[in-house]
């Protein structure tokens, strides 16, 4: 398995070098270091990138899938660890994925875990950005104009400039990068009122209150102002529109209406309501004079968008995932010699050598019992025996705070709300998962180093793929506690003997094809974030809020099924606690504390149940239970005493020690009253 997960770790490396070699050599980069590998009709680059990022996330599945295996084997522990780790009071989880052990085992496995999921993780940050898609945004020249600007004898030239707005302070020059602040668009419109078309104002809103659709030059003409009112000039204000941030495209349709400034979002809701007395805000409120009152619009010929659109990579972003690429599979290659070297060591080793299933600790145990473990610190005892008590409280509070990201996103929509936005489900099905301004965010730095903004905004855009990482581990944690326990439950019914499931057979064990979670459920939990980057430079980020909102109800369902499937699968005929026994280091020990004539039971099939006693009889019990070869091996029986470890609450552990009468006393909660030798973590 190993093998396996090094080889597919190695055809993700050697696809991100071809990746990059072909993308570099076929569609040289710019100046920017982005490269374009098509650039055209935007619903076949749409197609493209979906097809594109399919691959990708298959790709990027297996590479998580064979790094959480390996980091799986190195929390591991092995024999002499967990003895050491029991002589602390100190039990180890086996066959799960854990942190706990990360204390107790090898510091090379230590340091192999972190690089693993620091790998990861990096590479998670970065994958899905390394090819992008591009939308067109265009900048266009925006002017109001005096209701007898045609007859009025001023030209608009540059010599002539707009007077001076407060609101005119051009941002420093690096803000835009290569765009220049040329204003000669604006000048020239008069010239070329010819070749303009008379829009009304309901026809002018719709034109421009989607900034990422407006395509044509406008000239807003006024009611209620003529040139001798404005010192002379026919040109009221003018400026270029797509120098503003993205979000603000628009704004200058609703700007007058609004109390303070960018305190709503202008949308068709908004605006609708504007038409019959629409006014359009002069320079500012800061400038003082009189709102314009929209006789029409006067549009320019309309640019064709859909032609425009890109797909394209960062030579930075790819170079991060061959290299992230490359150390994970040089983690998993160290992985598969260091068990390798241990695995042929010999019986020199054999303590050594990693317990990585629990047939592996139940394997050892029996070859050697370990008659000394007391009074080991584990947990609490499991009160119902369904499917959700093996897993520990702490690890379904983590689930809980998965919940966090849904609250923040819930909050931001809240705001969006109350800045106009409509949030109600029929609004946001009906935007789908188009892109909208007003969830458009800005760039970070504005500079001429545009790959720090892309950077910036994708670690932003990508972080939520994280959180799908951590979910994946959580899922895969849990089912594996589960289905640990389950296998470990199977050891005392009364169904037969069964061999045990090991890494390394020998005698009449089974070899293992997975580590805890079968294929089957490794199938299962193998199976709205995009990045903008226009020709000015920028880069920004957005989200749709109907991609959110399913992604949301999605890891909803998939944690719901996960704990109706937790409440609805039992554990059968076992003692109270039991299931929990399986995935301890002491209670492995405990019940592997074999009958000292059934040498080779580590080599057989071998069943949990009664086997005589010395200090069973003395205590007054029938027998005591445990993992066994023997031919007559019986069941617990309901209303009979046995001697079996339990585990007990750590409070209990600190009040002191039990007395013989508390270890006597009959637990009926199952089949069988037991009573405990020890206390277990």
Partial sequence: MLRLQLAIALLVVVVSFAMMIWSVTSFPPNSRSVGTYFSGDCSRVSRLNSRVHIVMNIFSGVLLSAGNYCMQLLVSPCRDEIDKAHSKGISLRIGVPNVRNLRHVDRKRVVGWLCIGATATLLHLFWNSSIFTSLPVVSIPRAIATSDFQTAPDDWTISNPLPPRSWWGFPSADRWGGASYDLSPVYTMKASVANLARLEPQECIDEYIDPLKSTRAVMVVARNMTSIQNNGSSLLDGWMSGWDYWDAGNYWVCSAYDPGEYTKICDRAWADGLVDDWIVGVGGKSVG?????????????????????????????????????????????????YFRRNKEAGEAKRRRRTLITMGDAIGDFLYEPDYHIDRVSEGSVGRRETWFTAVNTRTWIFAVGLVLPSVLIGLYAGHLSSVGV?????????????????????????????AADIIGNILVANSPQVIVSFIYLFFNSILTRQLVADEWSRFIRDDGKKTLRVTSPVGLQRSSYFLSLPMKYSIILATGIFLWHPEFDVSARGYSALGVILAIALGAILILALMINSFARSFRDIPAGFQLLGLSSAGIGLMCQRPAD????????????????????????????????????????????????????????????????????????????????????
């Fill in 598 to 681: 059934d040498t080779n039971a580590h080599l057989f099939p071998v069943s949990i149940g009664v086997v005589p006693d010395q200090d069973a009889s003395t205590a007054g019990a029938q027998g005591r239970v445990a993992f066994s070869t023997y031919v007559g091996l019986q069941r617990p029986k309901n209303g009979c005493w046995y001697l079996q470890p339990i585990l007990v609450e750590e409070k209990e552990r600190a009040t002191g020690e039990m007395s013989t009468e508390n270890l006597l006393e009959p637990i009926k909660r199952h089949n069988a009253s037991l009573i405990a030798p020890g206390a277990m973590e």
């Fill in 422 to 450: 409509d949030m109600s489900l029929s609004g946001i099905w009906q935007l789908g998962f188009k892109a909208n301004s007003a969830m458009i965010g800005h760039s970070f730095w504005q500079s001429t180093n545009s």
């Fill in 289 to 337: 004079l009189p709102n314009v009152l929209v006789d029409y619009c006067l549009v320019g010929d309309a640019g064709n968008n859909e032609d425009r659109c890109g797909l394209h990579y960062s030579t930075y972003i790819l170079a991060v995932v061959c290299t992230c690429t490359s150390l994970e599979c040089l983690l998993v290659l160290w992985t598969g010699i």
